[in-house]
């Protein structure tokens, strides 16, 4: 059974560039949530998609926004870098009805604004 | 507005000892309380979770205490392993929606 998989790993840019971060759920889980977790501290919930549609989200600009495919993998986007923006992005997977609470998160992505 | 807060920062015991992390929340709304534990360069793992009817949970060496009156939930660990060195995280949800908030986490190092 596949979990929560993102893509890429690492990633390095610089300051007012764009990038693109992508998630699989895990199978059987139809909905998708990204948070951010700065070194040494807790994640913070960015969004969340449910049905292709931005259902929640969290205290972050617009400059984050994403997007939810028919297949259920979602793909997070951050336009305008800022070197605050340096953090390792999660993505988490769960299921709308059932156990709906348990999130299952993938490795994240690390990224790295210069 | 930090609305979970976990304590301590940082804990060292001893192997075999019992590890015990706080947590304190303000959002009464809250109905659903899991444990992440997160290893280096890894995603958080669920580890165990509670909700607010009942007081207490146990799963193997790991147990929840929840004192709904007091706002406070804390995370046990007994018989603490050198593999149970990591960052353990208490967070929160509503029941309508599953956006988690989380605290600022507890390093553990456990001495063989």
């Known amino acids: 059974d596949a979990g929560v998989t993102q893509s890429p790993t690492h990633l390095i840019k610089t300051r007012g560039q764009q990038v693109t971060l992508r998630c699989s759920p895990k199978s059987g889980h139809d909905t998708v949530s990204w948070y951010q977790q700065a070194l040494g501290q807790g994640p913070q919930f960015i969004f969340q998609?449910?049905?292709?549609?931005?259902?929640q989200r969290g205290n972050f600009p617009d400059r984050f926004s994403g997007h939810q495919f028919p297949n259920y993998s979602s793909e997070l986007n951050v336009n305008a870098l800022l070197l605050g923006d340096s953090a390792l992005y999660l993505c988490?997977?769960?299921?709308?009805?059932?156990?709906?609470?348990?999130?299952?998160f993938g490795p994240g992505t690390r990224l790295l604004v210069l | 507005q930090q609305q979970v807060k976990q304590s301590p920062q940082s804990l060292i015991v001893q192997k075999g000892g019992i590890s015990i992390i706080n947590c304190a929340y303000e959002n009464t709304a809250f109905d659903y309380f899991p444990w992440y534990q997160q290893f280096p360069g890894k995603g958080p793992a669920l580890l165990i979770a509670?909700?607010?009817?009942?007081s207490e949970k146990k799963e193997g060496r790991f147990t929840i205490s929840f004192n709904k009156s007091a706002k406070q939930f804390s995370l046990h660990i007994m018989d603490s392993q050198p593999g149970d060195s990591a960052t353990y995280f208490c967070a929160a949800s509503k029941a309508a929606g599953n956006k988690l908030t989380f605290g600022g986490g507890t390093r553990v190092l456990v001495k063989p």
């Open positions: 998609y449910y049905e292709e549609e931005e259902r």
């Open positions: 509670i909700r607010p009817d009942v």
């Open positions: 988490a997977s769960s299921l709308e009805w059932g156990d709906q609470e348990t999130q299952y």
